[in-house]
């Protein structure tokens, strides 16, 4: 079965921290990368991986302070996250691949594709906002988290950071992720930038999803040309650990299609 472990991965020294990643899946196949969300690491992936993996070299990366990356320096931007993977893109000598970002990774890989960067082929989005408004309710939630709540909603996913983690500090990781939610700056959401975006785009979002709104999600797709959105029904945030049959049967049609 092809699954991300964080047994056979590489570290690379990047904006100094050292970025985690992972191949796995088909080696002789067109390149397929995972970026994942807040507070999480590439394995929120595996339910995808080996489906896709008979097809696909997957690459799985860990974000700076997440699974078995370090926070490094500076502080946290998804400016910075889109600069780590684009480093190990490169380390990897790769010229083109799909996407797959869920939540912040989806939201680097935004920027990046906005960017006028021609590495990424296809994009899939899940739970990614582009823009984060001043009046979204979503803004106090970020706001008002502690790493207590988090603990508290998340034991299982908190007590694998800090098995995994080389440098674990919850605390810091938590304080680094609110202020990359809440950043108003260039560092922070694509924003309008987005209509820069030629890659071919899957906006996907979960009915139930508390975060991000219908409303956020299809204005992403209205602002990208021939972009396509999937709203799934009964599901949330992490569609591709809640509704794995259903994604992957859009996910084969769009990144098979020409």
Known sequence: MTVFNHLDGVHLQVNGARIYYEQQGNKDGPALLFLHGGLGDMQTFNMLAPHLGKTYRLIGIDSQGHGKSTLGIYPLTYRRIQEDVEAVIRHLGITSTSVIGHSDGGIAALRSAASGKTWIDKLITIGAHWSLSLDDPTREMYANITAADWCEMFPREVDRYLALNPEPD???????????????????????????????????????????????????ADRVAGATFLNLPFTDHSVQESQVQWLLSVLDEFLQKQ
């Open 170 to 220: 919850f605390e810091r990781l938590m304080a680094a992720v609110r202020q990359l939610w809440l950043d108003d700056s260039e560092a922070g959401y694509p924003g309008e930038s987005v209509r820069n975006i030629r890659a071919r785009l899957l906006v996907v979002r979960g009915d139930e999803d508390q975060l991000v709104s219908r409303t956020n999600a299809v204005e992403l």
